[in-house]
Nanobody, 114 residues
Framework: VQLVESGGGLVQSGESLRLSCAAS????????MSWYRQAPGKERELVAA????????NYADSVKGRFTISRDNVKNTVYLQMNNLKPEDTAMYYC????????WGQGTQVTVSS
């Protein structure tokens, strides 16, 4: 199993980024996927999740209305579209595959300057 995140970077407040997580080594379409983030000195928190067929999603209250999770079960990729970014969104963002065991990617850094 391999999860590879990309798309992070340094942006200014109010700008957008789209994160991607390319999955391999398992049947992607069978698993729910999620995005987490961890800021320095804070615990890792769930940002958004999507079920296996993409039919249902859920979000942390702090990102509702600004972030959108989606997936492409042909490309084996899950995305996180992040709009109207705020400095408090600064964190390392991780992709996670649900299941037992679960798997994590290596993370991609998002930094939002004010």
């Amino acid at each position: 199993v391999q999860l590879v995140e990309s798309g992070g970077g340094l942006v200014q407040s109010g700008e957008s980024l789209r994160l991607s997580c390319a999955a391999s080594g398992f049947t992607f379409s069978r698993y729910a996927m999620s995005w987490y983030r961890q800021a320095p000195g804070k615990e890792r928190e769930l940002v958004a999740a999507i079920i296996s067929n993409g039919g249902s999603t859920n979000y942390a209250d702090s990102v509702k209305g600004r972030f959108t999770i989606s997936r492409d079960n042909v490309k084996n990729t899950v995305y996180l579209q992040m709009n109207n970014l705020k400095p408090e969104d600064t964190a390392m963002y991780y992709c996670r595959r649900a299941g037992i065991p679960s798997y994590w990617g290596q993370g991609t850094q998002v930094t939002v300057s004010s």
